[in-house]
């Protein structure tokens, strides 16, 4: 089956400084990417839509500045957030889908559950 | 996009089956009911998804009703691994189409 692995599993880091994490689709060629932040006992929220050589497409609220998406090739794509802070502590997790007949379905990663100190 | 009710929560025992329903009323032709799982700390894992036809694979089977306004997502026999929080989400059959979650149901296994 499509296989999503996402890199680092768990961060922990001080306030001030970036923070990147890493989406792989390892079997698959993900034309879509997603990324979702999820607080504790609450859903997933999407946070943004990538598609491979684009922009990212961010859901209203969500700072483009702040978080930071690149989406360079079929297979990987980053979310930075950037001069982070305790606010920011999130679980943060990914999703990718392939090309095909659009009932795809999305494919998600582990999560990276980040905390700032 | 049409939006999904499910209970908060629900029991079940284990090695029964595990019914899980899902109301989208305002569900229009050109959407999928797609259904995911997820258990606590880890990302969502896909079950199934249907547009009209009933679907069974080798994890569940999902009854959609005749009108589509509603659906059912069955573990014919639940085990404790199946204890988690299972989210009922439509979407529209467009490339890429997004993932909107509501707050799902968690189904709690029990000895």
């Known amino acids: 089956g499509a296989v999503v692995s996402q890199h680092p599993s768990r961060v922990i880091c001080k306030s001030g400084t970036s923070v990147k994490i890493e989406c792989r689709s390892l079997d698959f060629q993900a034309t879509t990417m997603f990324w979702y932040r999820q607080f504790p006992k609450q859903s997933l929220m999407l946070m943004a839509t990538s598609n491979e050589g684009s922009k990212a497409t961010y859901e209203q609220g969500v700072e483009k500045d702040k978080f930071l998406i690149n989406h360079a090739s079929l297979t990987l794509s980053t979310l930075t957030v950037t001069s982070a802070h305790p606010e920011d502590s999130s679980f943060y997790i990914c999703s990718a889908i392939s090309a095909g007949t659009g009932d795809q379905p999305q494919h998600f990663g582990d999560g990276t559950r980040l905390s700032i100190l | 996009d049409a939006k999904t009710t499910q209970p908060p929560s629900m029991d079940c025992a284990e090695g029964r089956a595990a019914n899980l329903p899902c109301n989208h009323s305002t569900i229009s032709g050109n959407e999928y009911v797609y259904w995911y799982r997820q258990i606590h700390s880890q990302g969502p894992q896909y079950i199934i998804h249907?547009?009209?036809n009933n679907e069974t694979n080798e994890m569940a089977s999902l009854i959609i009703t005749e009108d589509r306004k509603s659906s059912t997502l069955i573990l014919p026999h639940a085990t404790l691994r199946d204890t988690a929080v299972y989210y009922c989400?439509?979407?529209?059959?467009?490339?890429?189409?997004?993932?909107?979650f509501g707050q799902g149901t968690e189904l709690s296994v029990k000895p």
């Open positions: 249907g547009l009209k």
């Open positions: 989400i439509v979407r529209p059959r467009t490339q890429g189409g997004k993932l909107i």
